[in-house]
């Protein structure tokens, strides 16, 4: 049986069904977590089918694992689902994730586990929905139900009083802004007659769909403000460290980054490219400023899980820069950082989990000296944060060096000044982790260490971890697996954008299609594989 | 059966069968249980919902000398409000059992206020619409202080009777206005007249009077002062058919009224509905930002809703009919569900007032804590619920009219809604059980109320995952009250 046709529904099914199973089940004896986890390894299972089953030689802009069926007449709303190079990695990464902050979750949520565990299901089917979302109906629809299961689990299972005020901040945060999303996306539909992505992207390469700049201009911006606030891109992460700060730990692993980069590269470019190019120098800016912004506060924090936010920030806003840079090897780093940040970050919460699940505290202060008592959980700690600096060998490197080479050969203005700034950050960025390292797991014995027990990973813990770890290092390696991918989107990406500014702005077209590629050419001589090569030039 | 007789049958069924509760309920021992006068009327209603749906089959038609008309729209409405009450009387068929010996009145006038409202709904003739508005308000004016001796129901009614008077005064003049201009209260001849009228003046005056009336009984700002004191004081269950049904038949006879009666003065109206629309929203989402007391807080919430609803009406007349309906519809579901919620936790004593008395309601009542959950999620208007694709609908329908604006502030003002409904749903999921202690966990759900529970849920989902069969519905009344004979060939944007 051939399952290409609808393994995307089915994938984004089995949380479902998973979930609505949970919610009839009774909520004793572990009952939950197993299932929970055969659930989310089943969906994962299910998400591996894509690398293997990906078609690379179809051109770049087709969509594969398509289904395309009437949902609603009218106004016209189709179920419209499929992954292209972009998608495809974010949705295993989403499948990957699932069962680990189960595995993480196992004993750090010990009441009301129902209710966690169908919450973190739906959260998931969410997640996975964004992804493949095809229809901005469809795509709208699960935007704003992932907010309703991590509202829920911020305000159900946060650490503090303070859980249900960082919930509410939160989904404000977000629901606001995608009010506007809405309007934006009804104005395309009033003037276009659909909500198909791939047609409104062809008609936006054409300029067919509104003549009016002015309203196309606030429509990307409300596009773009929307997605900027989930990433979060700086100044709109006010949302990020208090609930991050609250929220439980399989929660944190997903609650930034991902949806709203992939949101920005696949809507925000797709559909407004020349709106994005106007913009683009501001983001370029404020990609960079997050980066030190992020890192210079992550230097300050004695709250560990705050640290692990504000380093969040500088993260996602690597992958900003990238993106905006314009160039396919910055695009490319722009979504290889995007799993990075999900890998690393996850990692590095997960980490911290386990801390605090052992002594009942976030404060930096009152730890020190763990390192010989703990020998796994500093091995695990000293690999995700060289992962996170950046050192080669690891995925972290991977990512900054293809976004920091784009940015430098943008065509965007003023990107030197950004580029050299943003690059200042791998000091600071090895300074807080390392920082952080040596005053945790090094030095005296602490006041918390002193008095409870040690106890070093479980198996259960070990492997909860192990995959990520391997990830490092895998993706660092041998990068090619993934990039393959990933360039074809990158590729085309930078393509539409640059073309549509060649045409609005008039502009050479070859000139400015010469700067676009000619550096991931070199780029990709040097770091991925002879196919994006060929793909960078054309 | 002749075809006044089948024009108005949902009609007589209810009449009769409330007449019939009238006659029975002086025989039944004084003191004994009322519940089988309840599920009489509940026979009554699903006979009166088949009846409308047997009208279907036949198209358009004429009854009474042309003052009634039944056709698709209709026929909506009326599915639409036996649907309402029926739910109101499963989640009411023991909510006075051992509290109140009047309960028999209580199912006959929740018919009568049903024939009121249906006959609303398929009346063209305006005196026709003011004797159906008047039925169905004297019997909701009762019901509202239907637990006698509560100083707060008598309060609720008092004010609800004096002002809903006052209200449909200004109604009536409205219709004298419309004959004096043009020289007929049939809603089709009306739209005739203005086209040679010598008075337009006067025509839009009556047209301003009628507005005002309407908004009064859909509580939309300026007109919305009476809802939260009627709602907290009048018993839940008569909270969720009021703040819906009277509603959805006022809604239907301001569509008739402006879109068949007067289209040729859109220009003229429109600007008005905006500005209703627009305060409407602000008005009671902030409103409700403030309250406390639930019943209050959804009181501002319907009045921040009947805003949404006419945001629609300014969408003329592209999709704004069928965006009307469908609204009203996935608002009377998501509504009617979390009003029956709340009657089963409070009870008759409405034990569970302020936000703070649902601390911890997952923890004891799991299953209608979930339920209530789906309820707010769809006011909020989250996706796959049917208030997310109402919401969807207007403002897709505004926005291709051209209304960008109200668009932002209605969508904006669905954020500032979040707000109030999450801190309910926050203290029902996040908030320790021991913080209140008049919430029983042994209560049980009656198996009616469940089964009232059950549809609204199931409506809310339904309207909001496949929509397409009410949507089909809605879109071919709206062509029914558009495309009706007679009426002004209207130029389309």
New interface residues.
Partial sequence: MNIDHNILTIMTFVPLAGAIVLALLPDRDRIQQWGALAVTLLTFLLTLHLPFHFDYSVPAGTFQFQQNSSWITSPAIRYHVGVDGLSMWLVVLTGLLAPLGVLISWRAIDNRRRLFYVLFLLQQVAMLGIFVSLDLFLYYAYWELSLVPMALLIATFGRTENRRRAAIKFFLYTFIPSALLLVAMLWLYARTGTFDYPQLARMAAAHSISSNNAALWLASLAFLAAFAVKVPVFPLHGWLSDAVSEAPTAAVMVIAGKLGLYSILRFSLGIFPSQSHRIAPLMLALGAIGIVYGALLALIQKDLKRLAAFGTLGHVSVAILGIFAFTVSGIDGGIYQTLNEGIGGSALFMLLGLLYERYRTYDMREYGGLAARLPWIVTMFVLTALSVVGLPMFNGFVGEFLVFSGAMHSAVAQHLGWTVLATSSVILTASYMLWMIQRVFYGELGRRPETIVPVDLTAREHLALWPLVALFLMMGIASPLWLRAIDIAGANIAATVNRSQAVTMNFEASSQKQNAASPASETALNMTTPASATKGTR | MSPNVLALLPEIILTITGVLIMLAEPLLPAGSSRKPLGWLAILGTLAGGLASWYQLSFGTMHGFFGTIQVDTFSVFFHLLISAIVLVTLLSSVDYFEGHASHAGEYFALVLFGATGMMLMTCSVELLMVFVGLEISSISTYIMAGFRKGQASATESSIKYFLLGSFATAFFLYGIALAFGSTGSTRIDAISLGLAHTATPTLAILALALIIIGIGFKVSAAPFHVWTPDVYQGAPAPVVGLMSTAPKAAAFAVLLRILFSGFPSYEPRWAGLIWIIAALSMFIGNLGALMQRDVKRMLAYSSIAHAGYLLVAFTAFPA?GIASACFYTAAYAAMNVGAFTVITQIGGYNENARTIDDYAGL??KRPVLA?ALGLFL?SLI????TGG?FGK??V??AA??AGN?WL??IG??N??IA??YY??L??AI??RPTTENDRISAAARVSIPAAAAIAITAAATLWLGIA??SA??LA?RSADAVHAEPGSVQHATR
């Fill in positions: 999709d997952a923890l979930a999620l208007g989250i996706p796959f997310f969807f609908y403002f897709s926005l291709h960008v668009g932002v969508l904006l669905s954020g979040c707000f999450l801190r749903l926050a999921y996040t929509p397409n949507l089909g879109q």
